[in-house]
């Protein structure tokens, strides 16, 4: 009779070996952790799996696939009510999962400050991103929402707002006056932190 694996007896090493699987899965496993902590390996890219640390290419699609099945799983799907800056930062995190570069979103709500819908607006580079405010107020007019928050990451780690970033916030609020769409916050998030331009107020 064939013994019914248990992943919680086995070690992180072990568990890693399991997922990727194939040729000296094992071996390259230890290899992985001896250089990575489990955090930094979930956010690593496909193309450093297989050319820094040498998994193959269907070694490197086997964890992207259980990456991309934990982040969806952390991506919450419910009408949920926004409260504050916490919420929203726990709302986006699982979307800036794995991300190297700067990608900036808008979340649109209705009167009950509930969300409608959560949309990419745009991705740069690895120290910003071209945000149209057009693409913004077209999508919050087409979803009939009442009010939005805007979020981006900084995958520096360096929450703090730059001018751009302040500027960018500036004239979102603006545009919003004009067709009665109130900016509630923009959030930046790292992996651990977050700047709320509302908490500070800035808006």
């Given amino acids: 009779m064939k013994t019914i694996l248990n992943p919680e007896m086995l070690s992180d090493t ?9 040729r000296d899965a094992l ?48 991506i919450k ?29 808008c979340i649109f709500l209705n009167r009950r400050n509930a969300i409608l819908y959560v949309q990419n607006i745009s991705k740069g580079g690895i120290s910003g991103t071209v945000t149209d405010v057009r693409v913004i107020f077209k999508s919050a007019i087409s979803k009939l929402a009442s009010g939005l928050i805007v979020s981006h990451n900084h995958p520096s780690g360096n929450f703090a707002a730059s001018d751009s970033d302040t500027k960018i916030t500036q004239k979102i609020k603006e545009a919003g006056a004009l067709l009665d769409i109130q900016l509630l916050d923009h959030v930046i998030c790292t992996s651990q932190d977050y700047y709320s331009f509302a908490d500070n107020g800035l808006l």
Wanted: glycine content about 2%; charged content about 30%; proline content about 1%.
């Fill in 14 to 22: 072990e568990l890693l070996s399991k997922i990727i699987s194939g």
């Fill in 77 to 105: 799907s419910e009408l949920k009510v926004i409260i504050c800056s916490k919420d929203v930062f726990d709302l986006m995190q699982p979307y800036y999962l794995d991300k190297t570069i700067e990608e900036f979103f």
């Fill in 27 to 74: 071996l390259k496993s230890t290899y992985v952790l001896q250089h990575l902590t489990m955090d930094k390996l979930l956010e690593s890219s496909f193309d450093e799996l297989t050319n820094i640390y040498k998994l193959s290419k269907t070694q490197a699609e086997n964890l992207s696939v259980v990456k991309s099945f934990r982040k969806r799983s952390l």
